[in-house]
């Protein structure tokens, strides 16, 4: 069964750290982007980072630019999404799914992705 796992988030306060993981069972993501994407309550579905699969070439929304770090490691068949100073505003629950080899220049569009796990969710409140 093809299958996409987050895991990895919580409670953190704002300035706080945070490393979600995006593991996959059933399928190699070596042939895979992999983009991340989060939701929060009465809004839609934002891009926020996507890394390609060969090069590891990566993109970022603006809003966490600086902030946030993808990463994959294909032996653990993980990618992953260290999220460092985090504010309030990037409380949602973060989505991974798979995309073509290479981030395509609309990798923020969640149509373009297959695969989506069930999320997990990251709530930065003091």
């Known amino acids: 069964q093809v299958q996409l796992v987050e895991s990895g988030g919580g409670l953190v306060q704002p300035g706080g750290s945070l490393r979600v993981s995006c593991a996959a069972s059933?399928?190699?993501?070596?042939?895979?982007?992999i983009g991340w994407f989060r939701q929060a309550p009465g809004k839609e579905r934002e891009g926020v980072s996507c890394?390609?699969?060969?090069?590891?070439?990566?993109y970022y929304a603006d809003s966490v630019k600086g902030r946030f770090t993808i990463s994959r490691d294909n032996a653990k068949n993980t990618v992953y999404l260290q999220m460092n100073s985090l504010k309030p505003e990037d409380t949602a629950v973060y989505y991974c799914?798979?995309?073509?080899?290479?981030?395509?220049?609309?990798?923020?569009?969640?149509?373009?992705?297959?695969?989506w796990g069930q999320g997990t969710q990251v709530t930065v409140s003091s």
């Open positions: 799914a798979t995309h073509h080899p290479v981030c395509s220049s609309n990798w923020y569009w969640p149509v373009t992705y297959d695969n």
């Open positions: 059933g399928f190699t993501l070596d042939y895979y982007a």
């Open positions: 890394i390609s699969a060969s090069d590891g070439g990566s």
